[in-house]
């Protein structure tokens, strides 16, 4: 059974910076659970002591459109 919680938000840096400090400070915490807001809900995930990390940064660049910049950022465990 597979379930996806997404939400797509615009904010500003300081608030995402604050909800990345959250994530991070979930994952150092003592608990073998972590509690992550995703949208109006909060999911509580089990992630194991070592996580697959993948960082992905894209630089486009447009004459016409402008510059546009991506991060996309994976974390991924076996229970």
Do not use: C, H, Y
């Not at 400090?21 to 995930?45: C, H, M, P, R």
């Amino acid at each position: 059974m597979v379930q996806r919680t997404t939400a797509d938000e615009k904010l500003p840096r300081s608030e995402l910076a604050a909800f990345l400090a959250t994530l991070s400070e979930e994952f150092d915490g003592e608990s073998e659970q972590i509690d992550v807001n995703v949208g109006n809900k909060t999911v509580s995930l089990n992630p194991s002591e070592e996580v697959d990390f993948s960082i992905d940064v894209v630089e486009r660049s447009s004459m016409l459109r402008g510059s546009r910049e991506t991060i996309e950022i994976e974390l991924s465990w076996k229970s």
